[in-house]
């Protein structure tokens, strides 16, 4: 039956695509979604796989041009129909993944890593014409593993040899919001939020989020969710909402939790009280307890309360170098005694910078203790002599070989 | 005719790896294919390097912005390959045209070329020809990276038998259906080799070259003693690992804006920026910290040149 002649019995459009899903196919209708008809569940095998000779070992005079391509490619045009990306994407992502496939690289992985294909030229394409998508959501819809998806991205990007430019957060900012079902449909009124302040508050903390040096490095899912759940408890900060944890948030708005994201809300408030701590007309302090409240009026004021907090930093330094200055003489016994201890405190000084800013990654702040360094072996000219004790530590003595050789048979 | 040769060959070189440098100071002018004219400040320069440039321009070692400091030295170098494209182009036409006798006199004045002394003097090499860095001394940014890890291949010379030598031997282990070979550890300096049973052997985790040596020359010593005649043939570095710290915050998501064509960075993915420097072949991990892990070099001096290209343009992206 030839697809044109279909019409959806739901909706009458005739705007139906063949969608595979698992080993079944189904055509779809795209605008309602409802199934027009299914496939029997198991076909006879239109992959070339199942013929006796291999479709590049095959002597046909006409060879048929290679199914799993054709079904590769149409697999692609019902994914950009779900994420109903516009026509010029889907054109792009056919062409790519026609070149990407039929190059040598590429032409004999597995029948999956074909699949992983198609995503890979779906979010080059998109990156390309500027439609922000994050690599999760292309992973997810294709039931793929994310890092698998990725290194195969970067892998077919330098095959290609294409520059496609990253995917900033802020515009994915949106469509990730989208997902939390918390408008005044899905949740009670005390509870719900408009999709459009929400996005609005949570794009600005993201943005104070990448100025303070939280989001560079990082996955960004879970920097959205922190940010939404900042915002969300924000924008109206009583009680409840406070109460509220990210785990009962995410199930409210019925969206999977990160566990990095508990981390990022406690860098964020950290972040947001010592910008908190410069507004003028609060007088209690500001602690991660009670910072949300202010955040709004810490967002209004963000650029203003950033150059107040690092003119205070800034002038805390120098107090702080002039007090170290007249007490030097004081603290050199100090350091004397320190000093015959510590063999690395010529290495201190650097590791410590974070401290010195009043913003750091926050890598650099809670900077893991690196290894001692071992000052083994400096000086060697690599053409030293080797003593015979040394080399005959090595070896075994003919007593340990026997028992050695006894065991080894005992444990088989 | 050598003389001339060779004066052409350097002329070359320095067009070829300037022409850039001639664009962005010269956008005024307009090609002009032939008749350079006697005045050597005139630069008809698009004509020459774009005929004798095959090969991709490789920019990766220049700074980002050009600086005051940069300038002085760019002109001088400009005011050179006017000079060698002059030269360079006209040699086509022939040796002895008025205008390129006029265009010569000028040459030996910068040092160009060793027409006038000979050719013994003459080095392709020397120092003016700008394959480094355009930053001047004084910004050598004083973090010496320190090496990590080297990689080193050694041959043996003989077959050898790997069940024997994981029976005799204390510090080795092998299992053939894991790995086919054995791998062998010593105390000093720390290193661990993987043995094979073609005699072929690479040997990991020293700090320099000498320890790596060292740690190869004393497996192949425990080989000797369990009774093959091994050899010390073919000893290579192959890769060298070194890693340093700037000591400030780097802005990966502009990095990675203004120099698409070196970087990769995936936070999804991997949180540090993947960096493919082309002159030197050196790969950098760069990370939100300062701190920058060098790959790839075969020697010291490589990961040095690196890190001195790579500083300058992280120095950029320092602040907010």
Known sequence: MSRAALRCSACGSSNIVEDALYCQAQQVCVDCGSVVSEDALSSESVYVGGSDVSYSRTTAGAKKPCMNLIIGVQRVISICRILRVNSEIEKLTQIYYREAYQHESFIRVSLRKKEHLVGCCLLLSCRLLNWPISMATISSLLDADPMVMGMLYIEMVKILNIEAPIVNITDVMEAHSHDYQISSLHAPEELSESHKDLTKRAVELVELSADTWIVTGRRPIPIMMAAIYLSWQSLKPNKHRLKLSLEKFCQLAKVNKHKPAIKRITEMKEMLCKLGQEIPWVREAVTPDNVVKHVEDILKHRHALLRRALRAQEDALLAERQASCEDLPIKEDADNHQLHGETLKSQDPEPNWGKRVLFAPPCVVQAKKSRVEQPELTDVTGDEEISDSEIDAYIRTPQEVREFALSQKMLE | ?320
């Open chain 2, 1 to 320: 005719m050598d003389e001339w040769a060779l004066e052409r060959y350097f002329d070359d070189s320095i067009a070829n790896d300037s022409s850039f440098i001639l664009e962005e100071e010269l956008d005024s002018h307009s090609p002009a294919p032939s008749g350079t004219g006697p005045a050597p400040s005139h630069l008809p320069v698009k004509a020459g390097p774009s005929g004798q440039v095959g090969e991709e321009l490789d920019l990766s070692f220049l700074p980002d912005e050009v600086t005051d400091d940069a300038t002085g030295h760019m002109t001088t170098c400009v005011l050179w390959v006017s000079a060698a494209v002059d030269v360079s182009q006209d040699s086509g036409l022939g040796l002895d045209s008025s205008t390129q006798d006029s265009a010569a006199a000028a040459d030996p004045q910068q040092g160009a070329s060793g027409t006038g002394t000979g050719t013994s003097t003459f080095c392709p090499m020397t120092p003016m020809t700008p394959m480094t860095p355009m930053t001047p001394v004084t910004e050598r940014s004083g973090i010496i990276p320190q090496l990590q890890n080297i990689v080193s291949t050694v041959n043996l010379g003989c077959p050898l038998d790997l069940k024997f030598i994981a029976l005799q031997a204390r510090n080795a282990e092998y299992n053939p259906k894991r790995f086919a070979a054995v791998i062998m550890r010593i105390r000093d300096p720390r290193t661990t080799a993987l043995i094979f049973s073609s005699g072929k052997m690479v040997c990991t985790g020293a700090k320099s070259e000498e320890q790596s040596r060292l740690a190869a020359r004393k497996y192949a010593r425990v080989v000797q003693k369990l009774g093959f005649p091994a050899r010390f043939l073919d000893f290579k570095i192959q890769n060298m690992v070194a890693s340093c710290d700037v000591c400030f915050p780097i802005r990966l998501e502009g990095l990675v804006l203004t120099h698409q064509q070196f970087s990769s960075y995936e936070p999804e993915l991997f949180p540090g920026l993947i960096y493919r420097m082309v002159k030197p072949r050196i790969v950098l991990l760069i990370f939100v910290s300062g701190k920058v892990v060098l790959t790839g070099a075969k020697e010291r001096e490589e990961i040095y040149e690196a890190f001195e290209n790579i500083y300058p343009i992280l120095r950029g992206f320092r602040k907010q």
